[in-house]
């Protein structure tokens, strides 16, 4: 592919003096496919941006090691001299290497990590309380501009995981759901539009892959200390990331979104499959909460709707299905689960068991190992959790572990026989 | 990728940013220092590791607990509050009962109520940690401690510890920490065995 790709680039000029593309053509083909050629040398990417990390992180500790002995104009100079130079490698990469992906997410990066060190170190010169809150969404809210001007999948990431940190560390009356949804919209955008433009390239693959988890789980924090809804929204969360459209990949890792969100889905339905976690967990939300609640059923109802018919529309009607957790668990959300929450953990036994069982045939039908391995380990896992969610003595538990694992691997080598027959 | 100009205003926000926010802590902690009115919060130090900043010593104030007039209630939780400082007799701020509102006349304090039974409330201070060289801490602490041990019944439980503090417009800092009444920095110029 990349030799392929080279190959192209290295065309267009001829290809443009002969009359056979214009400029535009020619430039909107360099567009396309350079990221590609910048993705594929991974480890030309990997190993600077470790050492930019490395770099900030022996800045940060030099600094604070043992200052006392400066008086506190030299300590803020030093404090402030890595961003200064990270800005001046921000605006030199913006107007001079604007192409080079390493320029990009190194200078960012560094930035937003001189930025993250001076403020401590500004609170550690004038004592400041601990506000660990405020501190994640002051760095999180200036990395997002400098993220989305550079173009940076790790400045973007370590911005992602500044707001989750904030939403877990604010206080109980942390911040809406609606308000770290609208955080992360940047964000969104920048990886929508990375997906739109090299959606195989490897910088996109990583970001998606860090934003989802980073999202869910600074909506998980935003949410009101109430375990069913938290369980609702993994099942929705994954049916989402399943139901968007997106261009099949060649493997699960290259396609981040569905890796996470089938996950997402199976684990919430394998939560659910215990009736007790529809026995004790209550609705209670105070008057307060109410409206983000509700808000975030109705609206995460209404997103896998659409995209559940626009799915079945485009052809693929077995895909909605993955969406019936997450739905099961927004019927019954604000209901009295207890006289029927055996007859839940059933139902959703039975979605797992069936989708397990679903994927394996698809698997075989296919010739895909892979699926048919995922659907093979949903079965072996639910099979699993009923021995924990039973009165067996540790010996018979522990005969049955191992009796599964033995079916596991048999039934596993016999599924790679048969696909690859 | 967005375009050039757009970048170059995105860049010009972000690095305005980094620039602004720590630039406005900045100014109104000088400004605290240079400007505020002094006081004397007693402390009793603990020794934590803060993962972000390094070794500090986090300070508890006997301030912090302020008692509550008879049928003064209606606090909660998390609830944002503004505390006038008295100065008592040994010359020690103390925190009236704390306001919804700031007061009109006077040094106040904002803090957070941290909890509230019948007759006391619990505040979180803006200032609860000294920030000090990462050897010289434990030591500090332990000289603290050594010198600071529960009195004995009937004796004066008075901590020889105690925070200047200088609060201007309802902002606070810490000046200095003081233990067996001298400077911590003062304390730390001394190598660390002996202290």
């Known amino acids: 592919m990349k030799v392929h790709v080279r190959w192209l680039l290295e065309e267009l000029p001829e290809l443009q003096r002969d009359g056979v593309l214009d400029a535009d053509a020619a430039q909107r083909l360099r567009e396309r496919y350079r990221p590609l050629l910048q993705a594929a040398g991974a480890g030309r990417l990997l190993f600077p941006l470790l050492g930019t990390v490395l770099i900030a992180l022996g800045i940060v500790l030099l600094v604070a090691h043992n200052w006392d002995r400066f008086d506190r104009t030299l300590r803020l100079t030093l404090a402030f001299t890595p961003l200064l130079a990270g ?140 375990p069913r809804l938290g369980l609702w929204w993994l099942a929705e969360f994954g049916a989402i990331l399943l139901l968007l459209p997106a261009p099949a990949a060649a493997a699960p890792w290259r396609d981040p979104l569905r890796s996470w969100g089938g996950g997402a889905v199976v684990v919430a339905a394998l939560i659910g499959s215990f009736p007790d976690i529809w026995r004790g967990w209550s609705w209670y939300l105070r008057p307060d909460q109410l409206p983000l609640g509700w808000g975030l059923l109705v609206l995460g109802l209404a997103l896998l709707a659409v995209l559940a018919w626009r799915t079945w529309r485009s052809g693929a009607s077995t895909a909605p299905l993955w969406a019936l957790p997450a739905l099961l668990m927004a019927l019954v959300a604000a209901t009295d689960s207890r006289p029927f929450a055996v007859a839940l953990a059933l139902l959703l036994s039975a979605w797992v068991l069936l989708t397990g069982i679903a994927l394996i045939r698809s698997g075989l039908r296919d010739h895909d190992a892979g699926r048919a391995s995922r659907g093979l380990a949903m079965v ?22 191992v009796l599964t694992g033995v079916v596991f691997v048999a039934t596993h080598l016999w599924l790679r026989r048969q696909v690859h027959a | 990728m967005i375009g050039i100009r757009a970048a170059a205003a995105l860049l010009a926000l972000a690095v305005a940013l980094q620039w602004a926010v720590p630039g406005h802590l900045i100014r109104r902690g000088q400004q605290t220092l240079e400007q505020g009115t002094a006081y004397r919060f007693r402390t009793a130090p603990v020794d934590p590791v803060d993962p972000f900043r390094g070794r500090y010593v986090a300070l508890d104030f006997e301030a912090a607990r302020v008692p509550l007039p008879r049928g003064q209630g209606g606090y909660r939780r998390g609830q944002r509050v503004y505390a006038p400082i008295r100065v008592d007799d040994d010359g020690d701020a103390v925190l009236g009962a704390p306001l919804r509102q700031p007061p009109e006349s006077g040094d106040w304090l904002e803090a957070t109520v941290l909890w509230v039974n019948a007759d006391e409330l619990r505040l979180r201070l803006p200032f609860d940690r000294y920030y000090l060289d990462e050897h010289h801490a434990p030591e500090v602490e332990r000289r603290y401690r050594d010198t600071n041990r529960m009195p004995a019944d009937g004796e004066d439980p008075r901590r020889p510890a105690w925070a200047q503090v200088r609060v201007r417009n309802g902002y606070a800092l810490i000046e200095m920490l003081y233990i067996d009444g001298r400077p911590v920095s003062e304390l730390m110029r001394e190598p660390a065995a002996s202290l």
């Not at chain 1, 693959?205 to 934003?211: D, E, K, N």
């Not at chain 1, 009165?391 to 572990?401: C, N």
């Open chain 1, 87 to 226: 800005q001046l490698a921000c605006a030199w990469t913006l107007w001079r290497a604007r192409t080079s992906a390493l320029w990009r997410e190194a200078s960012a990066a560094f930035t937003v990590l001189a930025f993250a060190a001076a403020l401590a170190l500004v609170g550690q010169i004038y004592h400041f309380p601990g506000d660990l809150d405020r501190y994640l969404l002051t760095c999180a809210l200036v990395a997002l501009p400098l993220a989305c001007a550079l173009d940076a999948v790790l400045a973007a990431a370590l911005c992602a995981a500044a707001l989750a940190g904030w939403s877990w560390a604010a206080p109980d009356t942390g911040p809406s759901g609606f308000v770290v949804a609208g955080l992360f919209v940047p964000l969104l955008a920048l990886a929508w539009h990375r997906q739109r433009r090299a959606p195989s390239s490897l910088s996109t693959v990583a970001l998606l892959g860090l934003l989802a988890p980073a999202f869910f789980f600074a909506i998980l924090g935003s949410l009101p200390n109430v």
């Open chain 1, 380 to 401: 072996a896992l639910l099979v699993m959790l009923r021995f924990v969610d039973n009165e067996w003595s540790f010996t018979l538990r522990g005969i049955a572990f």
